[in-house]
Antibody, heavy 121, light 113 residues
């Protein structure tokens, strides 16, 4: 049974750095083809892809946010961590982690419940 | 990045009636391997997204057969043959042809009249 769960602060101040952790079970991120991605959703708005890390520790970032994002994994703990620097109120959103396979069929098959992060002083 | 454009943005539907959502991509979603990695997600109120359809027309495990997908190239459609109350939510198309630069449509809100 595959599960993912996001954790992190509910409230951060502007200019601070956000650190989110995705803890998963039911699969290994060392298995060839496995990837975990972060996606966010501002209140009432659409989904936005942020970053992805694959089984080979290759890392990919949204073009618009790449200077602020860092993704990493701890395979032994089944965790993927996302940091986002210089937080701003426009970064207020629910942040999701999701599993995706590299290669056919390339779909997000499992999602976490999401964690709402509010950026406010 | 590939831009995904959905229409309509809101769709009021009568229970038991069909519903249709369109999705257009800014460039062809045909991958170099010949497949088209266009998926549809459903997001019920207060819930995370859930995979419904992948590779244009394949229903994911557990998805009712009233959901179907079609299309090719840059134009795709999600159809619900007979809308049920549990179908209320927002539907997103998403492409992974340009993996890892994955993009989503802006979402279509399905509501009951």
């Amino acid at each position: 049974q595959v599960t993912l769960r996001e954790s992190g602060p509910a409230l951060v101040k502007p200019t601070q750095t956000l650190t989110l952790t995705c803890t998963f079970s039911g699969f290994s991120l060392s298995t060839s083809g496995m990837c975990v991605s972060w996606i966010r959703q501002p209140p009432g708005k659409a989904l936005e892809w942020l970053a992805l890390i694959d089984w080979d520790d290759d890392k990919y970032y949204s073009t618009s946010l790449k200077t602020r994002l860092t993704i990493s994994k701890d395979t032994s703990k089944n965790q993927v961590v996302l940091t986002m620097t210089n937080m701003d109120p426009v970064d207020t959103a629910t942040y999701y982690c999701a599993r995706i396979h590299y290669g056919d069929p390339y779909y997000f098959d499992y999602w976490g419940q999401g964690t709402l992060v509010t950026v406010s002083s | 990045d590939i831009v995904m454009t959905q229409t309509p943005l809101s769709s009021p539907v009568t229970l038991g009636q069909p519903a249709s959502i369109s999705c257009r991509s800014s460039q062809s979603l045909v991958h170099s391997d010949g497949n088209t990695y266009l998926s549809w997600l459903q997001q019920r109120p207060g819930q995370p997204p859930r995979l419904l359809i992948y590779k244009i027309s394949n229903r994911f495990s557990g998805v009712p057969d009233r959901f179907s997908g079609s299309g090719a190239g840059t134009d795709f459609t999600l159809k619900i043959s007979r809308v049920e109350a549990e179908d209320v939510g927002v539907y997103y198309c998403t492409q992974a042809t340009q993996f890892p630069s994955i993009t989503f449509g802006q979402g279509t809100r399905l509501e009951i009249k």
